[in-house]
């Protein structure tokens, strides 16, 4: 199933990378104001679960553009964001990616990631390690937040600031090194796994934002939980990940919004 993941964030990948610059059409998602989708968007689902649905016809998918398509109450469902970056897309900023985690009986068991512009391929597997490429991920040493390079991202809504978000970047900008904004949830969960980001945090976040990389994340070494600390919902709407070792002094910035 790893290697059908591969295929199809591969092929979406190629798909995106090669309509750069050509969109014709952008839209606004129904209610949500800043929340982009295109006709790359759409297209680059459908190949991604035509593929999928080539060898497992009776899986269920949960897809971003399309909601959820059930089969016939499999113990897999696959989860897919066709295109995780889409305003950077729209505006030909080359900073997204294709992300797909797969899910059995509710547990995360694998997960593809592929940024095209990099051709950079993150996988994971569960108890099996996380990869970038082929080589071996571990999550950074940074031991003080004081001293980390923190990753985070806006929801659509910032504007009515759900769950203190404005608060919350105000206060890590006051309590790491430094801190960045990608646009892509999924790369920034895949350079946490790949060292290069010591944490990240985002609220309202949605599943296929966050499968692949979570499991990425952990297989790492690293750590990830909700706000308060527990084990994480990936239907829930907080995210914080990080190298565990400045887990704690994250979650406890968190706590000073409340």
């Not at 990378?17 to 759409?42: A, H, P």
């Not at 059995?104 to 940024?115: F, M, Q, T, V, W």
């Not at 190298?243 to 406890?252: G, P, T, V, W, Y």
């Amino acid at each position: 199933m790893l290697y059908i993941a591969i295929e199809a964030v591969k092929e979406a990948g190629k798909f995106l990378k090669k309509n750069l610059g050509k969109v014709r059409q952008i839209d606004l998602k129904s209610g949500q104001e800043r929340n982009l989708v295109t006709e790359i968007d759409k297209k680059s689902e459908e190949l991604i679960v035509s593929i999928i649905k080539k060898h497992y016809p009776n899986h269920d998918i949960l897809a971003e553009e399309s909601g959820s398509k059930h089969g016939s109450k499999s113990d897999y469902r696959w989860i897919i964001d066709p295109l995780d970056g889409t305003t950077n897309f729209t505006h030909g900023l080359p900073i997204f990616c294709v992300s797909i985690g797969l899910e059995k009986r509710g547990e995360l068991i694998l997960g593809a990631i592929y940024d095209p512009n990099l051709d950079e391929l993150f996988t994971t597997e569960k108890g099996r390690g996380a990869f970038l490429n082929g080589r071996r991920l571990r999550v950074s040493t940074t031991k003080a937040l004081k001293d980390s390079l923190l990753v985070t991202g806006f929801p659509y809504n910032i504007t009515e600031n759900p769950d203190h978000c404005v608060e919350h970047f105000v206060n890590f900008l006051m309590s790491a090194q430094a801190i960045r904004r990608m646009g892509s949830a999924a790369l920034d969960l895949a350079y946490v796994a790949a060292g290069r980001y010591d944490g990240f945090w985002e609220v309202n976040l949605n599943p296929w934002d966050m499968a692949a990389g979570v499991l990425l994340v952990k297989e790492a070494g690293g750590e990830v939980t909700n706000f308060s600390g527990k084990e994480l919902d990936i239907y829930g709407k907080q995210i914080v990940a990080s190298n565990r070792l400045i887990h704690e002094e994250m979650l406890d910035v968190l706590k000073k919004a409340k």
